[in-house]
């Protein structure tokens, strides 16, 4: 896949719903590096990931205002129902 041409390179799962996390790794490649912290971290931790980070991928939730704070390239998954609301 697309990732495993990219050593170095994780995918960190993180926040509270592990289903979610079974989902995403399942569609994945299986020579993906998939790192699953759902359940894991604190919000200090969470925020250290973020710090880390190359690209944050998240819901509109504390993640979006961390990564924007911290000046981080990041995507938004929202339902449509805030169009514009972004940009």
């Known amino acids: 896949g697309m990732l495993s041409r990219k050593p170095g390179l994780s995918i960190v799962l993180a926040g509270q719903k592990q289903a979610v996390a079974q989902a995403i790794t399942t569609q994945l ?6 790192i699953n912290a759902i359940g894991e971290t604190s919000v200090l931790q969470t925020l250290g990931l ?36 972004y940009y």
């Open 29 to 34: 490649p299986a020579d993906c590096s998939v």
């Open 50 to 85: 973020i710090q880390n980070s190359r690209l944050v991928i998240c819901n509109d939730s504390f993640p979006l205002h961390a990564a924007n704070a911290l000046a981080k390239p990041l995507v938004c998954v929202a339902n449509g129902q805030f169009e514009g609301r």
